[in-house]
C-alpha cells in the first residue's frame, strides 16, 4: 500500500526499547519507491522539546491507522494495544485485578502493568491491505474484586 501526504498512520518500532509499539503519525512525503517521511503526532525531538519529531520510516514500518472495535470488556489471553508512553504497545490480557483494570503482559518487556479498559484496545494486524482484529478468547479473567 502507498501512502501520500497526510495520510494518518502508525509507525511500528524494532528499536531498543521500543520493540511492540506503535506511534500516531503522518506521512509528510514519500521518500522513493520505499520510505516516507513521517511527522510523530506525541514524539518531540530530543533539542526542542515543542517540535514534533520527523523520521524517515520504510514502509513496511508504517500502516494505516486501525478502525476502532468497540468491545465491551476484554477476556483473559486477548491481544490488546494499551496506550503508554505516548504509543500503543501490544500485550495480553494476563489478569482483570479490579473491575476497572486489566493486567496486560508485554512479552517484549517480561513486565505486567495494570491499565484502565479506556487506555486499551482490541490489537489488529494490517496484512495484504485488510484489518484482522486479533482473535477473542472468550476466557474470563475474574478479579479479586468479585
Not at 501512502?3 to 500516531?24: L, M
Not at 505516548?86 to 486489566?102: A, C, H, I, S
Not at 495484504?128 to 474484586?145: A, I, L
Request: proline share 6%; aromatic share 14%; charged share 25%.
Amino acid at each position: 500500500m502507498s501512502f501520500k501526504k497526510g495520510d494518518s498512520v502508525e509507525v511500528h518500532s524494532n528499536q531498543e526499547g521500543f520493540v511492540g509499539s506503535y506511534f500516531a503519525a503522518k506521512v509528510v512525503m514519500p521518500m522513493g519507491k520505499n520510505k516516507y517521511l513521517v511527522e510523530y503526532q506525541t514524539l518531540v525531538t530530543d533539542d526542542d522539546k515543542k517540535q514534533m519529531l520527523q523520521e524517515v520510516v520504510n514502509a513496511r514500518e508504517i500502516r494505516p491507522t486501525p478502525p476502532e472495535i468497540l468491545v465491551p470488556r476484554f477476556y483473559l489471553l486477548d491481544t490488546v494495544d494499551v496506550w503508554d508512553n505516548d504509543g500503543w504497545w501490544v500485550g495480553r490480557v494476563n489478569f482483570r485485578p479490579t473491575l476497572k483494570e486489566y493486567s496486560v503482559y508485554f512479552e517484549s518487556t517480561g513486565e505486567e502493568i495494570d491499565y484502565p479498559y479506556h487506555n486499551m484496545r482490541l490489537h489488529q494486524e494490517w496484512e495484504n491491505g485488510k484489518w484482522y482484529p486479533s482473535p477473542r478468547h472468550n476466557v474470563v479473567s475474574y478479579s479479586r474484586d468479585s
